[in-house]
């Protein structure tokens, strides 16, 4: 149900956070504020920026350092880990080798997932089944995404309910942006787009972007797109698909894209929180009481939703 908003809110969740182990949290009036904010920024926009998360800025811009360090590599040395589907899909993809909505897109990232042992899921799992594939070069830069991997993950089990999400399925993009392109002396960066209009799989996403460089874009019910101007120790979030069908439409996962206007190269990291692989979705009893009565979806399943998007935005 995005709305005509003109900016994206920002939400302090360190109430949230304060209390999470509380088994009496929803009774604290300061937890109720934040859960307010949530569903009001879900329902009007789909997109928000979070502080007070817990997540040490130290490692927010390390991770981001390490990425810009692999990138500045030549591509001989980054192509020893290329993304191929024998790899499950995980590994390094040059400019305009990612695809979205058929043209490719101007950046190049190292794609990782959650690693899937042989027979894990069963047949729906097969095409995702692998390791992640990680450069010797830089040598901090395993180490430094696993542990960022494992913070963003966090959490219980029983989060979100334990059958829908307490067994998380997760990606995370690595991403970098070269800048604009002013060989035709015209300046226009409209056709060099970073990343396509487009919306995310899963349930949320948490987007660690460049503070200097504004190139993250998100379009209202107007058509108009709004810039995710970068906030220092924020995240930007989003929702993803699935979240809105569970949601029946009440919170909906907005379009966005990127464009990099400024001539320096920009790196962002996307994490992306997921549901169980094989988690059937469909809309809750309470979204649909609240959105008039009427299921808007029907079922679907997170694996096979991935899959389907995966082999659809590679291209060899």
């Given amino acids: 149900m995005s709305t005509d908003f003109k900016s994206i809110p ?9 209390k999470c182990d509380d088994p009496d949290m929803g009774e604290d009036p300061g937890v109720a504020e934040v859960v307010r904010q949530l569903d009001r920024a879900c329902r009007e926009a789909g997109f928000f920026y979070v502080k007070g998360h817990g997540i040490p ?30 790899a499950g899909y995980r590994g390094y993809q040059r400019v305009g080798e990612n695809i979205t909505k058929g043209v490719p897109d101007m950046h190049e990232a190292i794609d990782c997932y959650r690693e899937v042992r042989q027979g894990m899921y069963g047949d729906l799992g097969k095409v995702m089944e692998g390791c992640n594939q990680w450069p010797v070069n830089p040598p ?70 460049d503070d200097d460089i504004t190139a993250l874009q998100v379009k209202n019910l107007s058509g108009e797109w709004i810039s995710a101007v970068p906030i220092p120790g924020t995240f930007v979030c989003n929702i993803g ?52 009565g009427t299921r808007k979806f029907g079922r679907a399943c997170y694996g096979e939703h991935l899959v389907s998007k995966v082999q659809t935005n590679f291209v060899e």
């Fill in 10 to 18: 920002l939400i302090d969740i360190g109430p949230l956070l304060a």
């Fill in 57 to 86: 800025e130290s490692l927010i811009k390390k991770v981001r350092t390490s990425t810009r360090e692999f990138f500045k590599l030549p591509y001989e040395e980054k192509s020893k880990i290329k993304m191929t589907p024998v």
């Fill in 140 to 209: 901090d830069l395993k180490p430094i995404m696993e542990e960022y991997v494992s913070l963003c993950t966090g959490g219980s089990p029983n989060e979100f309910e334990g059958q829908r999400a307490g067994d998380p399925f997760w990606v995370l993009r690595i991403i970098g942006y070269p800048g604009a392109s002013k060989a035709n002396g015209l300046g226009t960066p409209e056709n060099d787009i970073g990343c396509g209009a487009h919306t995310d799989y899963g349930l949320l996403t948490l987007v660690n972007q």
């Fill in 241 to 292: 698909d699935m979240l809105k069908v569970w949601s029946n439409g009440l919170y909906d996962s907005t379009l966005h894209r990127v464009i990099n206007s400024c001539p320096r190269y920009r790196v962002c990291v996307a994490y992306f929180y997921e549901p169980n692989f094989d988690v059937p979705v469909e809309p809750l009893d309470v979204c649909v009481r609240r959105t008039g």
